[in-house]
């Protein structure tokens, strides 16, 4: 048994990855250049890691909220 998960490629073109979400393109390119192998180059082609991308997002620091003013 393997501890990949078959429900989500592990590479993906760049079309595909924005397709998936959350980020857009140039964002997701924003990202890439600051960390390394999240885009790998193929025959010409781009894809990203997309296990290298889900890291990334997971470990974006959680929102602050604040209660909305009373009325």
Known sequence: MSDHDTT????QKVRKAVARGPLGKTKLYALA???RGLFLTHDGMTIV????YDEILAALPP???KEPNAA
């Open 63 to 65: 929102t602050e909220l």
């Open 49 to 52: 890691d997309m296990a290298k």
């Open 8 to 11: 989500t490629p592990r590479f």
């Open 33 to 35: 250049a600051k960390h």
